[in-house]
Structures are given as C-alpha cells and as structure tokens.
Nanobody, 120 residues
Framework: QVQLVESGGGLLQPGESLRLSCSASGIISRIYSMRWYRQAPGKERELVAS???????TYADSVKGRFTISRDNAKKSVDLQMHSLKPEDTAVFYC??????????????WGKGTLVTVSS
C-alpha cells in the first residue's frame, strides 16, 4: 500500500502565499505522475496541477502563473507552491499519485486532504 500525507494547509488572506507538501510512504516500486486536486465546498473535485516523473507539468487555467508544482523523486514527495491566493482558491487540497507496489499493478492513490482557506 501507498500512503500519501499532505501538509501545509491553513487560513490565509487574499494575496498571500502558501506551500503544500505531500509525502508518499510504503513499499513503493515506482511513482509515476503526481497531482494536486482540490474540492471547494459544494463543488466537484478538480485537477489543479500534475507533474510526471520526468518533470513535465500541467496546470488548470485558473491557477496558471500563480501555482507551481514540483517533486523530489528521491524523497517521493510533491509540493504545490501557491501565490496570489484568492478566496476562490478555498478548498480541500488532495495529493494523488500513480504508483506501483511489489506484486500489484499500477493504481492511483489519494491522500486525505489538507484545507486551505483564503479569506479577509
């Protein structure tokens, strides 16, 4: 099994910055793409950013230019640096990773989420 644990959420004012981190643990053969999703109150979960094992990144239009995803393959971690936060960024942010463990095929794993609240 793969466990993903997010950290770094909190309460911020508009315009502030925040860095989220996610670490993977367990007996992991390989991690492929890693992603950050978010789910705002009353809305569906949406993809915020993704990064391949080779470092290729994609972003939702709503966060382009403000958020940066990065990863450390050796540490099995992925971060999301967020700048110029807006109230509409308020959501529970979830870490997601496609990974292989010994004896099992590739599957997607999820963290439990970390809450980011942007409010004045």
């Amino acid at each position: 099994q793969v466990q993903l644990v997010e950290s770094g959420g909190g309460l911020l004012q508009p315009g502030e910055s925040l860095r989220l981190s996610c670490s993977a643990s367990g007996i992991i053969s390989r991690i492929y793409s890693m992603r950050w999703y978010r789910q705002a109150p009353g809305k569906e979960r949406e993809l915020v950013a993704s990064i391949t094992s080779g470092g290729v990144t994609t972003y939702a239009d709503s966060v382009k230019g403000r958020f940066t995803i990065s990863r450390d393959n050796a540490k099995k971690s992925v971060d999301l640096q967020m700048h110029s936060l807006k109230p509409e960024d308020t959501a529970v942010f979830y870490c997601n990773a496609d990974a292989e463990v010994p004896g099992r095929s590739l599957r997607s794993y999820w963290g439990k989420g970390t809450l980011v609240t942007v409010s004045s």
